[in-house]
C-alpha cells in the first residue's frame, strides 16, 4: 500500500501490485497499440520479412546444390565395397562362400552328364608339290666334287656364326638329299642342287650360274636354312621327323 499527494493533501490509495517471478532478462515495458500504430507496425513486420528474404534464398540454393552433389555421389560410389568405384572392380562374396540360392527336393533323381572326347594330333606339314616347269629339263653336264663343297660350306657355316656341330649337322642333311653333288636331281620332285631346291630356278637369287656353281648353291642352301629353320641342327631335326626339310 502507498500513499499519492496531490494538491488537496494526502488521499491514500489502493495499489495492488502483482509479483511474478523474475528472471535474468530484463523487462520490456509493455506499450498499448492503438489504431494510429498499428500501420507502423505492419510497415516494420514488412521490412523485417524483406531482410530475411535474401537469407532464405541463399539457403535454398544451397541446398539445391548438395542435393545434386549426393544424388551425383550415388552413381560414383561403389554399393559393394563401399568405397570409390574403380576401373580394376573386384566381386566381393557377399554370401561367406554359400551359394547364392539353395533348394532342397524330396525324392529320387537323376541326372545324365555326357562328356565329349577330342583327340590332339599333331601338325605334319605337308611336302612341296613337284614343280611342273622342271619337266623335261635336264641337268647340265658337270662334275661335281662333293669335298671342295663340304671345304666351302665350313667356312661359310664359321662365317655365319656356327659351331663345329652345326656343320656337322649341315653334313648329314645335305648326304641325305644330294649327297653334295651339284648336279643331282630328283626326278619326282624337281628338286635340284646340293641343298636340293625346289625348284632349281630359286637358287638364280644367290648367282646366275646356280645350275653348276656350288658355292651359289651352298649360299642359297644356308640363306634358306637360316630364315626357316634358324640352323642347320634345327633343319636337320625337321628332315628326321618328316623325311623333308
Not at 641337268?139 to 667356312?155: R, T
Not at 657355316?157 to 649341315?170: K, M, N, P, Q, T
Request: net charge negative; aromatic share 10%; with cysteine.
Amino acid at each position: 500500500m502507498g500513499r499519492h499527494s496531490g494538491e488537496h493533501g494526502e488521499t491514500p490509495i489502493d495499489v495492488n501490485v502483482e509479483h511474478r517471478s523474475t528472471s535474468t532478462a530484463p523487462s520490456v515495458p509493455r506499450r498499448s497499440v492503438t489504431a494510429d500504430a498499428a500501420p507502423s507496425r505492419i510497415a516494420t513486420h514488412g521490412s523485417r520479412s524483406r531482410v530475411t528474404s535474401p537469407v532464405k534464398q541463399a539457403a535454398t540454393v544451397v541446398f539445391a546444390f548438395l542435393a545434386s552433389v549426393g544424388f551425383l555421389m550415388v552413381n560414383v560410389v561403389d554399393p559393394y565395397s563401399g568405397a570409390t568405384a574403380s576401373a580394376s572392380y573386384e566381386p566381393v562374396d557377399r554370401f561367406g562362400g554359400q551359394q547364392a540360392q539353395e533348394i532342397d527336393v524330396d525324392g529320387d533323381y537323376a541326372v545324365a552328364v555326357a562328356s565329349e572326347g577330342y583327340l590332339v594330333e599333331k601338325y605334319v606339314e605337308p611336302e612341296p608339290e613337284p614343280d611342273p616347269s622342271s619337266a623335261g629339263w635336264a641337268p647340265p653336264a658337270v662334275v661335281p666334287d662333293p669335298g671342295s663343297a663340304q671345304a666351302y660350306a665350313a667356312g661359310a657355316v664359321a662365317a655365319r656364326g656356327w659351331g663345329g656341330g652345326e656343320f656337322d649337322c649341315l653334313v648329314a642333311l645335305w648326304n641325305k638329299e644330294s649327297g653334295w653333288r651339284v648336279n643331282a636331281m630328283n626326278p619326282s620332285s624337281g628338286a635340284y642342287g646340293i641343298p636340293q631346291a625346289l625348284p632349281g630356278s630359286k637358287m638364280a637369287t644367290a648367282g646366275a650360274d646356280w645350275a653348276t656353281n656350288a658355292a651359289t648353291q651352298i649360299e642359297w642352301g644356308l640363306g634358306y636354312i637360316s630364315g626357316r629353320y634358324g640352323t642347320p641342327c634345327g633343319a636337320w631335326a625337321h628332315s628326321q621327323s618328316v623325311g623333308w626339310y
